[in-house]
């Protein structure tokens, strides 16, 4: 079997790259076609000449998972069995955890599993929205219908959490520069000026001292400051997973105004799109709410979505505890209120997560906006305070020469 590296166009009309295995190019392309491919350039791969892929083991993103349910409706659509859909997806898939799940997949559809049991075999690879609409899907003859729905659900998801990602970079990127920056200044640059002066017998002046003893403490005790430091890191991480550090740093997240915009904001996006992607999909309210909540990254979104999941099992409208827990916007309730009373509750969550999609968007821009100014002045006093040690005994030399 050869391995052919291939660019082709999907029906959708989206460019696609990829390999395939086959035992000549003829049947290379008769395997694209049948995944519903146009082919536009179809090549040998060799050792010289394949694709570099360094495959850490890491599970799949968002995006993989999106793009796994367009290939699979693409072929579905075409008329080719899932099994067949399957040993098609697994042949094309980077992903090597993916990979082996869809093999996985495939053997418990042989052994009678239903799509949705074989994928909740993999909760790590499949999320549950996944795994439940692929049921509701199974069960009302509207598969490729669902697997649209989880493409387009997770499409955005993914755009979501990218935008957030974004606010993040710079500020961590600078923050990194910074401590860089500090670092070698304190183990090399200070030193140097320290030696230049106490040689010329000049009175070293105070910030100047301050950072002469920082730079010292730094690179005399180093071997015990690494692992303190390394110590407080694991820490932070270890207690951020457990319910105390995710109910802290969750309300740390809802207290800071402007995280706690972005926050609440992306947290009703993502809320309004899952629930009205599930709910059309044909899972039960009580149902969809659970996994709505599963599916939260702040802990007290994901409690408040578990308590109205109770509620609503016991008969309340979904729009009451939401306005009752406090954390949702007030658009979020109303217009979820007039959909259920007009019986279109769908359409108003469909709506909902457009407008919050924007929300966040927007939110990211300004959290940008107020972070590039607080960004420049940490960076002003830390430099700064650096530059000043250097050159203030040169000024003190300087002016003992004027008097002379």
């Known amino acids: 079997m050869a391995k052919y590296g291939y660019e082709a166009i999907n029906k959708l009309g989206k460019e696609l790259k990829g390999t395939v295995e086959a035992g ?19 090549k040998t791969q060799n050792f010289l000449t394949q ?56 053997i418990g559809i042989e052994k009678g599993d239903t799509l949705a049991q074989a994928l909740a075999d993999h909760p790590k690879v499949f999320p549950d929205l996944m795994v439940n609409m692929v049921a509701a899907g199974e069960a009302s003859g509207t598969l490729h219908i669902a697997l649209e729905r989880v493409s387009t659900q997770l499409e955005r998801s993914s755009k979501t959490k990218a935008l957030v990602k974004k606010a993040m970079i710079y500020p961590v990127a600078v923050l990194l520069v910074a401590i860089a920056v500090t670092i070698v200044m304190l183990v090399v640059v200070i030193p140097s000026y320290e030696s230049m002066f106490v040689d010329l017998g000049t009175e070293l002046p105070a ?64 809320m309004a799109r899952t629930l009205g992607t599930l709910l059309g999909s044909g899972v039960t309210l009580v149902e969809a709410t659970q996994i709505v909540a599963s599916t939260m990254g702040n ?39 007039i959909g259920e009373e007009s019986g279109s509750t769908e359409e108003m969550l469909d709506k909902l997560a457009d407008y919050y999609d924007e929300e966040v968007e927007m939110a990211v821009q300004s959290l940008m906006a107020a972070l590039e100014p607080m960004i420049i ?8 305070g650096l530059v000043a040690a250097c050159m203030a005994p040169m000024l003190t030399m300087y002016q003992a020469l004027d008097t002379l």
């Open 299 to 337: 802990v007290y979104f994901k409690e408040a979505l578990q308590d109205a999941s109770d509620q609503v099992a016991i008969g309340m409208p979904l729009s009451r505890p939401l306005e009752e827990c406090g954390l949702f916007p007030p658009m979020v309730y109303h217009m979820l209120r």
């Open 51 to 106: 694709d570099i892929n360094i495959q850490i083991g890491g599970y799949p993103t968002t995006r993989d998972l999106s793009v796994m349910c367009r290939q699979f409706v693409s072929m579905n659509k075409a008329g080719v069995t899932i099994m067949e859909t399957l040993r098609m997806l697994y042949e094309q898939t980077e992903n090597q955890r993916l990979k082996d799940a869809l093999k996985e997949v495939r």
């Open 377 to 384: 002045i940490v960076l002003a006093v830390v430099v700064g």
């Open 24 to 42: 000549s190019e003829e049947e290379a392309r008769s395997k694209l076609k049948g995944q519903g491919l146009t082919v536009v350039m179809l």
């Open 207 to 270: 910030i100047t001292k301050f950072y002469v003893g920082l730079s010292n403490g730094l690179r005399e005790h180093w071997l015990i400051i690494i692992p303190i430091v390394a110590a407080i890191i694991t820490g932070i991480v270890y207690f951020s997973k457990t319910n105390e550090g995710k109910h802290f740093f969750g309300k740390i997240a809802l207290t800071i105004p402007i995280i706690k915009n972005m926050t609440v904001k992306s947290a009703a996006s993502q």
